[in-house]
Structure formats: C-alpha cells, structure tokens
C-alpha cells in the first residue's frame, strides 16, 4: 500500500513539475535524445560485429583427421626411418 501511495505522490509531483519547468525539460530532452542515439548505435555495431565474428568462426571449419589415421602414419614413419638408419649404419 506504501508503494502504491508512493508512486501516485511521485507520478502527481513529476507532472506538476514537467508542467512548470516545460522548457528546461525540453531543453534537457533534446540535448539527451542525440546521446541516447550515439550511444545505442554505437552498441548496435559492437553487438553486430560481434555476431559476425562469431558467424565467421562457426564458417571455418579445420579437417583435423582423425587420430589413429595421425598415430598410423607417424608409427609407420617412425620405423621407415628406423629401417633407413638401419641401412645406414651397416654400410
């Protein structure tokens, strides 16, 4: 019920208040809307851009292979060398 009361008392003396100082509070809103517009634009191209970035990270896409094909390859590397060295050694 405080609440209630509270608000009626602050909605009465805020339009008695716009009412008496009208100009001031148009002075003061045309020099807030420009600020309101910069800045929302501004966050509009920081979120913007950031959903672009992600959109060209989730576009990338690497072919890691899978791990045994890496693992195979490598092993069989790993004993071709060991052969050549082999070789090698008893030349």
């Known amino acids: 019920m ?37 800045l929302g634009g501004a966050l509009a191209i920081y979120l913007g851009f950031d959903e672009l970035k992600d959109n060209w990270q989730k576009n990338e896409s690497f072919d890691m292979g899978s791990p045994t094909e890496d693992s195979d390859k490598y092993k069989k590397e790993v004993e071709d060398l060991k052969k050549e060295i082999e070789t090698l050694k008893s030349k």
Do not use: R
């Open 2 to 38: 405080k609440t209630l009361i509270g608000g009626a008392a602050a909605a009465v003396l805020g339009l008695i208040g716009i009412s008496h100082w009208w100009s001031e509070f148009m002075t003061l809103l045309a020099g807030a809307i420009p600020v309101a517009l910069l």
